[in-house]
C-alpha cells in the first residue's frame, strides 16, 4: 500500500430504519439469500434469520438482490423479473420487520429499487461508477459500497465522496476481498481499519470474500469453509458488521453456489461472533 489516510476522523453511525450501523453500538450483521429465487424461499430465509437476531440479539438487515447484473455467464441465472422480487423484498420488510438491502446496477435502478427498500448496495466492480454512486445517494437511502477487488482500500474515499457529494453522506464501506492473482482473492484485516479511518462504518463480506472467481464451469467457486474463521477475525479487527450470504441448500442455489453459508450453520457463527464483539467492546471500554 502507497499511501493512508493521514489521521482518524471523527466516525460517524448510520441508521437504516432503526439498526444503526458503527462506533458505540452493536455488531450488525447484513444476510439474506444471494438472489431472490422465489417468494417462498426467500420469506422462509427472512423469518429463520428474524428469530436468531430475535434469539441473539444481533440486529439484522435482510440482504437479496432482486437481479443479478454480474454473472460469469451469459446462461446463468439473473432474476425472476424485477417487479415480482421487489415486491418479495417489500414483503420481507413489512412480514418480519427486518431492514431490507438490495443491489443496483444502473443509474435507473436507483429511485425504483428505492421504493421498495431500506439501503441500497453498489456491487464492488461498479464502485467507480460516478452516474450510479450519484443516483443512489440523491434516492436518501443508506448505501453500502462494496470495495473493488481491484482497488486498494484507501481509495475508496472517492466512492464515498461521489455519494457524499449529493448531500447524502449515509454511507457504509465493505470489505470483500482483493484479487490475488488469478481465480482467486485475499482479505487484509488493515483494509478495515484504513476505510474507517475515513469515518464510514465497515462491513466485512464473509462469504463473496471466499469466491474463487471463473474457477468454476461457467460460474465463480468458493471456499465456504473459511466463512467462520474470517467472520471472526474481521470482528476481532474492530469491523461494525458482517455480511453473508446464506441458503439452506447452498449446492442448490442459483446464484453464488460455492460460497453462501447453509442457514443451519448460522446460529453458531452468529453466537461466535456476538461473543468476540463482546470481549473487544470490553476491553475497548464499550467504544468499538
Do not use: W
Amino acid at each position: 500500500m502507497t499511501s493512508q489516510p493521514a489521521a482518524t476522523v471523527h466516525r460517524r453511525s448510520v441508521a437504516v430504519r432503526g439498526v444503526v450501523i458503527g462506533p458505540g453500538h452493536p455488531l450488525v450483521v447484513i444476510a439474506g439469500p444471494c438472489v431472490v429465487e422465489s417468494r417462498d424461499l426467500v420469506l422462509r430465509i427472512a423469518s429463520e434469520l428474524r428469530r436468531l437476531s430475535d434469539a441473539y440479539k444481533v440486529p439484522l438487515i435482510f440482504k437479496s438482490s432482486y437481479r443479478k447484473a454480474n454473472r460469469t455467464s451469459r446462461d446463468s441465472f439473473s432474476g425472476i423479473g424485477d417487479d415480482k422480487a421487489l415486491a418479495i423484498l417489500a414483503e420481507v420488510r413489512s412480514e418480519t420487520g427486518l431492514p431490507v438491502v438490495t443491489d443496483i446496477h444502473a443509474p435507473a435502478e436507483a429511485k425504483r429499487a428505492a421504493e421498495f427498500v431500506d439501503m441500497l448496495q453498489i456491487p464492488a466492480f461498479l464502485c467507480r461508477q460516478t452516474d450510479l454512486l450519484e443516483s443512489a445517494g440523491e434516492t436518501g437511502k443508506p448505501v453500502n459500497i462494496k470495495k473493488g477487488q481491484f482497488l486498494a482500500p484507501e481509495d475508496m474515499r472517492f466512492a464515498a465522496e461521489k455519494v457524499a457529494a449529493t448531500g447524502n453522506e449515509n454511507v457504509l464501506l465493505t470489505e470483500r476481498g482483493t484479487t490475488f492473482g488469478y481465480h482467486n482473492l485475499v482479505v487484509d484485516m488493515r483494509s478495515l481499519v484504513i476505510m474507517q479511518a475515513m469515518g464510514y462504518p465497515v462491513i466485512l463480506d464473509a462469504t463473496h470474500s471466499l469466491q474463487l472467481p471463473g474457477v468454476g464451469v461457467s460460474q465463480s467457486g468458493g471456499q465456504p469453509q473459511f466463512i467462520a474463521p474470517i467472520a471472526r477475525a474481521g470482528v476481532a479487527a474492530g469491523c461494525d458488521g458482517v455480511f453473508l450470504e446464506t441458503h439452506p441448500d447452498p449446492a442448490k442455489a442459483l446464484s453464488d453456489a460455492a460460497t453462501q453459508l447453509r442457514l443451519d450453520l448460522v446460529p453458531s457463527l452468529l453466537d461466535q461472533l456476538v461473543r468476540i464483539s463482546a470481549v473487544l467492546r470490553e476491553h475497548s471500554g464499550g467504544s468499538s
